[in-house]
């Protein structure tokens, strides 16, 4: 049975929307009320909200091969993490004007050096609701593993990128959930392909 939410969008009141900063990400101060599960008003609340445009996650699977292709990248945000290099999924930004399957096959171009050939649809989340406006949306992708240049690093220099590649057993990728992956749409996507790598293989074999 799905989930249908009590409220909507038409049961909150934005009563002010302040962005406090522009940068790579913007901070908006929000005050706001919304209705409560009694049915009245709540009080007045001050809220901020870290924005920035939606993203697009491919998990890159060879199902001829059974390899999956993962990268490997420096995240500066990371300061209480043993390392800030983290292995991870191909992932973009959603850019204006563009569709999601055209971020999945750019940004696999761009972050793996692969051609995407078949994509599939896996599903949406919303990364932190309490404080980060941002969906990301899921995406496994098809590819030619025997094309992978594995000692070739990756990425735009325009974006600062330096990208290392591994191209796993697809085993030995879902076996990475036993160790501390940090990065949370890689833990959601390889725990999506463990579930659900059969069914993907009837569909694309």
Known sequence: MAFKPTYSQKDVDIINDECVYKGFFEMHKLTLKHKKFNGEWSQPMTREMMVRGDAVCVLLFDPVADKVLLIEQFRPSLPKSESPWLIELVAGMVEEGEGDEEVARRESLEEAGVTVKRL?????????????????????????????????????????????????DADDAIAL????????????????FALNKDKLLKRWC
């Not at 995406?139 to 220099?157: C, K, M, P």
């Not at 959930?177 to 999506?192: H, P």
């Open 177 to 192: 959930l036993d160790s501390d992956v940090e990065n949370a749409s890689t833990i959601m996507g390889l725990q999506w």
């Open 120 to 168: 599939e649809y896996l599903f949406k989340f919303v990364p932190s609701p309490g404080g980060l406006v941002e969906y990301l949306r899921m995406y496994a992708g098809e590819f030619d593993a025997s094309a992978v240049d594995i000692n070739r690093t990756h990425g735009l220099d325009a974006e600062n990128e330096d990208i290392r590649l591994h191209l796993l």
